[in-house]
């Protein structure tokens, strides 16, 4: 059965009274949720509901229901607002999913910055070519003929302009670099920020921005420190004195790379013999790093350690003759005082109660080491070397979780573990200020505490303490 026309249009105008209101509704909580969890689908969503919906309700109601002449100039100018808007919703859809970065989200697209703007750009020149063509029957192919005149007098004023647009386009194609990067371009150095049609923007290690155009990109040599390989090598040359036997040498440097946080274990840090003078012989420090912009911070944690831990190993510096050494105690250095040694053991309430044939005995097993800020002196895990006790500075003590469970200061100890033979540290101790420590042999606090009932009873008393306050902080 067919309904009359007019019962057909009374039934179709209220199922667009009530499916508009409605459309409108649901996309207005779309909305709404969209924004509270945060997802920018949010705007597209509100520019079809707020651009989109209003121009085609008009252009339905005023074609489908009075008979409006689609070619007059009323119903041309609602059909404009409604391309338009449709126009501003599907750049705002390509805004949203193309991230110029690493991708938010997984349905995200990465793309360069300047192939995004040359989409958008082809999508504004068809919405407008449609509306030119289609909706006021304008003849484009006049004008797109005009402006191809028009655009050889502009190419040759825009040489150098062009000049980068097209090197800009052909950096997207070959690849050499990407947003975050860090490349070296001539005598500019630092990390991928920006990719533009004109230029490419590059932060460098002091935080500031240069900017260097398309055209010069392709004249120089453009190096990549992380394309294909984020593996980086750092070398860094320290002469010591000819004296020194190499292998020391070689393991301290290869201690110290190891301890700091950012250098690689594999490959493994190496330091090799690479250069001998007069008095001294030049090693080279070689170690792995994957992320380049801290080469220059993890260098200089490198060098501070390496300065520490070259003094404790009683390792030289080659220095000129007009400069005097200072007092190997002060310095840290595996030379000790043995008068001043034996001060200090006896100014500790632990060792007081000693006579003092068994505080020179400690004193010769002992030396007075200096450790840098952010060094580890006891590692979790490992077996201790040697009995500690704090003169001065700040040290922390962590447990499997990395929680600082308590700090040391001056009359502290560490290092207990060495009493208890085939037993690993339980925390880490790291140096929060450098600090001056008087290092025990291992050996000679084992025999003061199977030689003396008293000192072992205060000693053990000090091990559960410890280990009473590692349990309750873990």
């Known amino acids: 059965m067919t309904l009359p026309a007019t019962s057909q249009v009374l039934w179709q105008g209220l199922a667009f009274m009530v499916g508009l209101p409605l459309v409108f509704i649901a996309l207005g909580e779309i909305t709404l949720r969209l924004r509270r969890s945060g997802n920018p689908l949010s705007r597209v969503v509100w520019a079809t509901r707020t651009l989109a919906l209003p121009p085609l309700a008009v252009w339905i109601v005023a074609q489908g229901f009075f008979g409006a002449n689609g070619d007059g100039s009323p119903m041309r100018l609602v059909q404009t607002a409604f391309w338009s808007a449709v126009a501003v919703t599907l750049l705002l859809f390509l805004g949203t999913l193309v991230s110029h970065g690493k991708p938010a989200r997984n349905w995200q697209v990465s793309m360069p910055n300047l192939m995004f703007q040359f989409l958008r750009a082809a999508l504004v020149f068809a919405a407008l070519t449609y509306l030119l063509a289609a909706v006021w029957k304008i003849d484009v192919t006049k004008i797109l003929g005009t402006l191809g005149i028009g655009s050889l007098v502009i190419a040759l004023a825009l040489q150098d302009t062009l000049s980068n647009l097209v090197s800009g386009f052909l950096l997207i194609i070959e690849g050499p670099f990407k947003v975050g990067d860090w490349i070296k371009v001539g005598d500019v150095e630092g990390e991928v920020v920006e990719i533009n049609w004109r230029a490419v923007r590059i932060k460098t290690l002091d935080r500031d921005i240069v900017t260097i155009p398309n055209g010069n990109l392709g004249k120089e040599k453009i190096i990549n420190f992380v394309l294909a390989d984020p593996l980086h090598a750092v070398r860094i040359r320290m002469p010591l004195f000819a004296g020194d036997h190499p292998d020391l040498v070689r393991d301290t440097l290869r201690r110290v790379a190891m301890s700091i946080d950012g250098i690689l274990t594999e490959p493994a840090p190496d330091a090799i013999p690479c250069e001998y003078s007069k008095g001294s012989i030049v090693y080279e420090a070689r170690f792995f790093i994957t992320d380049y912009k801290r080469t220059e911070a993890i260098t200089g944690e490198f060098l501070s350690r ?169």
């Open 306 to 474: 390496a300065h520490y831990a070259i003094r404790r190993a009683g390792l030289v510096y080659p220095v000129p003759d007009a400069i005097e050494e200072v007092s190997p105690l002060r310095e840290g250095s595996a030379s000790t005082n043995q008068s001043e040694i034996a001060g200090a053991l006896q100014s500790q309430p632990l060792f007081a109660h000693l006579d003092r044939t068994a505080i020179d005995s400690l004193a010769t097993h002992a030396r007075i080491d200096l450790f840098g800020e952010g060094e580890p002196v006891v590692q979790r895990g490992e077996a201790d070397e040697a009995f500690f006790l704090v003169l001065g500075g700040r040290i922390a003590l962590s447990n499997a979780t990395a929680r600082v469970i308590c700090e040391l200061g001056e009359g502290d100890f560490l290092g207990e573990m060495v009493l208890l033979p085939g037993e690993k540290s339980q925390v880490t101790a790291t140096v929060l200020r450098t600090a001056t420590l008087l290092r025990i042999e291992a050996g000679a606090i084992n025999a003061l505490v199977q030689k003396l009932p008293r000192f072992a009873l205060e000693i053990s008393q000090f091990i559960d303490e410890r280990r009473k306050l590692i349990r309750l902080e873990g």
